[in-house]
Nanobody, 118 residues
């Protein structure tokens, strides 16, 4: 059974920091590109950051310079360090795993709420 379990969300003031974690099980972590997406109320889910199995990263323009994605293949966990948070970062954040070689094979976590107050 594939599981992606996010943690670390919460309420923080603007300018603060949070670190999200996504612990995985049930699949070969090293074969997957891992990512964080978010969905604010009334908006579509959007990409925040991704990291390939080789460690290459890509970020949404809105979070560049503030967020850092990383992965620990030994702990089969992906992280999202979020600094200088803004109210517009408020959303449910979802962990995603996408197979590097098999198109369309992807898994989602249940999401964790991040709320940034002004």
């Amino acid at each position: 059974q594939v599981l992606l379990v996010e943690s670390g969300g919460g309420l923080v003031q603007a300018g603060g920091s949070l670190r999200l974690s996504c612990a995985s099980s049930g699949f070969i972590f090293s074969l997957y590109t891992m990512g964080w997406y978010r969905q604010a109320p009334g908006k579509q889910r959007e990409l925040v950051a991704v990291i390939t199995s080789g460690g290459s990263t890509n970020y949404a323009d809105s979070v560049k310079g503030r967020f850092t994605i990383s992965r620990d293949n030994a702990k089969v966990t992906v992280y999202l360090q979020m600094d200088n948070l803004k109210p517009e970062d408020t959303a449910v954040y979802y962990c995603n795993a996408e197979h590097t070689y098999i198109g369309g094979l992807r898994y989602w976590g249940q999401g964790t709420q991040v709320t940034v107050s002004s």
